[in-house]
């Protein structure tokens, strides 16, 4: 069995860190993703009964399409109260926002009484919340159901097995009992007193049988063929479950996980997160939003076109090559702000008091109206709503020699707004190290992403360009 877990150091830009699970037979992580669906099915049906109204089959349906939705839901026993709380507004806001839109243009919305869909819609995120809540309360008297502690042994000891350790005896939730650690040094050699040394690789199958030993974790490097072979060996007379801790995280890890193709076992290193269903998520979300939004805008836009035709001559959209997914060149649509349109090999980025903008084209790049026509970018597929922001190709070319993994930013479809930009790196990068910054969080957000950071930085991107004057 091949597992990948991240040492506790492995902290991003975000705050945010790699999750953890609470160990094999995990019954308690079972009721945590249970809780989302649960929840909200039961707070529907509870609405239902106490105004009256039958279940008919149209409940029915409705509670399997949220199951459908939200299971496995989001992991809560581990956050603050605070991200508790967010998490679950955003979710239900995003599941509401799609019942409400398949409601109403298929015409079953009108199958439900309003006051159930009203009271619903504040009692659902208020039972998640309170159920979440309890859960954290049970949480030690389901761990005792789940029988005693698994026991566990680490080998391998580097800075990866320490920190891996402390994780696991750090975490309350933990099921798992470590015992120490093996390596084939002898305790004089390693450099970590603090740690529990059990004994060399010769008398690791031995501590397994007087031990007990259920879990194995291999924290070997991968040059050590030898000693994990070794390893493997002396443990095919047991039967402990036997993970592998790859020494992978020197490596900048972009949704790294565990996969099989052709029957063997592989590991990601780079990859984008947009595959299988989050990919289906992450387009219908951008269809969805940009569709919306547009009809909403569409007088904004209208106005805007007539602004620009009658003050400065030429085209009203200004169109500019950029990278797009997988590095493939994509033409990018904004309304025009400068008197020139630039698109060749050399592109100077726009500077506080440049002769180039217009006074229309000021008030357009300060409040970002500039970018409204990307929507179409977005209904075309060539962009999405959140993501990377697209550089010019000039701009791409010259940084990408600069910047160690500037191309892997192009792992996603580039957005209107993303995690830089609302950190900060909105606007002129005038230097390396403000490029820099840019792409560390760029990256972040492929380590990270879910369909509830899209959400707030959406919401974050509002207020941003209401109040920031980095934009020029």
């Known amino acids: 069995m091949l597992k990948v877990e991240v040492p506790a150091s492995s902290v991003s830009r975000m705050g945010v860190s790699q999750p953890m699970s609470f160990g094999s037979g995990d019954l308690l992580g079972l009721l945590d993703s249970l809780l989302c669906p649960v929840a909200l099915i039961t707070s529907l049906l509870v609405i239902a009964m106490l105004q009256g109204?039958?279940?008919?089959?149209?409940?029915?349906?409705?509670?399997?399409?949220?199951?459908?939705?939200?299971?496995?839901?989001?992991?809560?026993?581990?956050?603050?109260?605070?991200?508790?709380?967010?998490?679950?507004?955003?979710?239900?806001?995003?599941?509401?926002?799609?019942?409400?839109?398949?409601?109403?243009?298929?015409?079953?919305?009108?199958?439900?009484?309003?006051?159930?869909?009203?009271?619903?819609?504040?009692?659902?995120?208020?039972?998640?919340?309170?159920?979440?809540?309890?859960?954290?309360?049970?949480?030690?008297?389901?761990?005792?159901?789940?029988?005693?502690?698994?026991?566990?042994?680490?080998?391998?000891?580097?800075a990866q097995a320490m920190a891996f350790g402390r994780r696991l005896t750090a975490?309350?939730?933990?099921?798992?009992?470590?015992?120490?650690?093996?390596?084939?040094?002898?305790?004089?050699?390693?450099?970590?007193?603090?740690?529990?040394?059990?004994?060399?690789?010769?008398?690791?199958?031995a501590l397994v049988h007087t031990q007990r030993v259920q879990l194995i974790y291999l924290s070997l490097p991968m040059s050590s063929q030898p000693r994990i072979m070794q390893a493997l060996d002396a443990l095919k007379d047991t039967t402990a479950s036997i993970y592998f801790v790859p020494d992978m995280f020197v490596t900048d890890l972009i949704q790294g996980h565990a996969c099989a193709v052709c029957d063997t076992a592989v590991i990601a290193v780079c990859e984008t997160p947009f595959t299988g269903l989050d990919g289906l998520v992450k387009r219908a979300s951008d269809i969805v939003f940009s569709t919306l939004i547009l009809l909403l805008i569409s007088p904004v836009l209208l106005g805007i076109a007539v602004a620009i035709k009658f003050s400065m001559h030429g085209p009203v959209l200004f169109k500019q090559r950029r990278y797009g997914l997988d590095g493939q060149e994509i033409v990018v649509y904004k309304f025009r702000s400068m008197r020139v349109s630039e698109d060749g090999a050399t592109v100077v980025q726009a500077r506080r008091s440049d002769a180039r903008i217009t006074p229309l084209g000021a008030f357009l790049r300060r409040t970002s109206l500039d970018e409204l026509p990307q929507f179409f970018n977005v209904l075309q597929g060539r962009m999405s709503i959140v993501g990377p922001r697209p550089h010019a190709v000039a701009h791409n070319e010259f940084y990408r020699k600069q910047i160690k993994g500037y191309m892997v930013r192009h792992k996603v479809k580039p957005g209107i707004t993303g995690w830089a930009q609302i950190s900060g790196f909105r606007g002129e990068t005038d230097t390396l190290d403000k490029m820099q910054g840019r792409i560390d969080c760029d990256l972040d957000y492929l380590r990270h992403w879910s369909l509830a950071l899209d959400v707030k930085i959406i919401f974050r991107t509002i207020l941003l360009v209401l109040h920031d004057r980095k934009a020029y």
């Open 53 to 158: 109204d039958p279940l008919g089959p149209q409940y029915w349906i409705l509670c399997i399409l949220v199951f459908a939705l939200t299971f496995p839901g989001q992991k809560t026993l581990q956050s603050s109260v605070g991200q508790l709380v967010i998490n679950v507004v955003i979710n239900w806001l995003w599941i509401m926002t799609l019942f409400l839109f398949a409601g109403y243009a298929s015409n079953t919305i009108a199958e439900f009484p309003k006051t159930v869909l009203k009271t619903w819609l504040w009692a659902a995120p208020v039972a998640e919340i309170g159920i979440s809540l309890l859960m954290r309360v049970a949480a030690p008297g389901v761990l005792r159901l789940q029988g005693p502690r698994q026991r566990a042994i680490l080998v391998g000891i580097n």
């Open 171 to 205: 975490s309350p939730l933990s099921h798992i009992e470590l015992l120490g650690f093996v390596d084939s040094r002898s305790p004089q050699r390693l450099q970590y007193p603090d740690m529990q040394f059990l004994g060399t690789m010769e008398q690791l199958a």
